[in-house]
């Protein structure tokens, strides 16, 4: 098991950046797999990026892809998401969720939640 923590949301406006970090308890991080989900109100909760533990690869939601990037730091437990051009449709409650093996775009297949960090973007 592993706990994680969310922090790096606001309200930003249409175009700006922002740079959500998940930090996680425990001595084994670098063996998981970390995933970026968002919920935004009345919709399901939604794959945004995964980077798997031991080589790093890396997997985004089209909707993610050339504007966020995930990256992770093993000494420091950490894992990062960096968000650029962000639109309104953005907006969202982020989670960050851990696993161990592949990424997995499946929310459900992941045993490690976060709170969440609240993403709002305004026009």
């Known amino acids: 098991q592993v706990q994680l923590e969310e922090s790096g949301g606001g309200l930003v406006q249409a175009g700006d950046s922002l740079r959500l970090s998940c930090v996680a308890s425990?001595?084994?991080?670098?063996?998981?797999?970390m995933g970026w989900f968002r919920q935004a109100p009345g919709k399901e909760r939604e794959f945004v990026a995964g980077?798997?533990?031991?080589?790093?690869?890396?997997d985004y939601a089209d909707s993610a892809k050339g504007r966020f990037t995930i990256s992770r730091d093993d000494g420091k437990n950490t894992v990062t998401l960096q968000m650029n051009s962000l639109k309104p449709e953005d907006t969202a409650v982020y989670y960050c969720?851990?696993?161990?093996?592949?990424?997995?775009?499946?929310?459900?297949?992941?045993?490690?939640w976060g709170q969440g960090t609240q993403v709002t973007v305004s026009l």
């Open positions: 425990g001595r084994t991080f670098s063996y998981y797999t």
């Open positions: 980077i798997r533990g031991t080589g790093g690869t890396t």
């Open positions: 969720a851990a696993r161990l093996g592949s990424v997995d775009r499946l929310w459900n297949n992941y045993g490690n």
